[in-house]
C-alpha cells in the first residue's frame, strides 16, 4: 500500500532558495521523485541501474534532455547536453583549503545533523554567505 504524500515547501526569501520536502511516495513517481518501487535505491533512467553510491551521476543521469519538456521558461546554464559543473577540484591545495572550510562549516551548521547538517554546508559554501545557516529548513 502506498503511503499519503506530504510536500512542505519553505521559501528563504533573504537567499531566494526552496526548500521541498516530500512526506511519502508519489505513487507514479521517476528520476529525482524518485520511483516508491525503488525502496532506498537511486535508479537511473533505465529503471535498473542502482547509482546510490554517486549522486552527482544520479543527478546528471536525470538531467532534462533537449528532447524533454522543459519545466522552467528560462534557459540557465548547464542544460543537457552540458555537463554538471562542480566546484571542488582535485588538487591538494584545494582540498586542504575545502577541508578547512568544511570544518568551519561544520560549526555554523552544528545544530543541524545528517543531511541536513551536509545539505546546511554545502548551501552555505555554494551561497557564500554564512547567514544560510541560520534558515530553519535545514532543521526539519
Partial sequence: M??????????NPKTQMLFIKIDGDIHDGIGLLRN????NRLLG???????SKDCCKYGE??????????????????????ECIYYISNDSL???T???HRRLLDVVCEDFV???????VYDVMVMGDLEVAEDPSYGN
Avoid at 502506498?2 to 521559501?11: G, L, Q, V, Y
Avoid at 516508491?36 to 525502496?39: C, H, K, S, Y
Wanted: with cysteine; charged share 30%; proline share 7%.
Fill in 98 to 100: 575545502h577541508n578547512l
Fill in 2 to 11: 502506498i503511503e499519503p504524500m506530504k510536500i512542505t515547501i519553505h521559501a
Fill in 45 to 51: 533512467r533505465n529503471g535498473v541501474t542502482d547509482m
Fill in 94 to 96: 584545494s582540498k586542504k
Fill in 114 to 120: 545528517g543531511v541536513n547538517k551536509d545539505d546546511c
Fill in 36 to 39: 516508491p518501487l525503488a525502496g
Fill in 61 to 82: 543521469e536525470w538531467q532534462v534532455r533537449d528532447t524533454e519538456q522543459k519545466l522552467f521558461q528560462e534557459h540557465c546554464a548547464p542544460q543537457y547536453p552540458d
